[in-house]
């Protein structure tokens, strides 16, 4: 079970009362315990979908790097390959 140390309420939504992460959320902690092909494969699908964007993943970001999170280093190099202008197909 993973129990994060910072979780603010708006890092959290509900689906049919059921507690959960936002998707930008999750993947950021997925990025810290899995290998780093599956975090790559994970937010792809998630861009592809339309799940998340890459804006808000960047504003995850800025405030969990602060923190020293364990997903940093692969959520930094996720992000920095997908640019700007990045569009999966």
Known sequence: MHEPRLLPPYHCQTLEDIP?????????????????????????????????????????????????RTGSAPVRRLL???GAGFARE
């Not at 780093?36 to 993943?57: I, W």
């Open 20 to 68: 959960l992460t936002s998707v930008a959320r999750t993947l950021f902690d997925l990025a810290g315990c899995v290998h780093p092909l599956r975090a790559e494969r994970a937010l792809d699908n998630a861009l592809a979908r339309g799940l998340v964007t890459l804006e808000a993943l960047r504003r995850m970001g800025i405030e969990l790097l602060e923190h020293g």
């Open 80 to 82: 920095a390959d997908r």
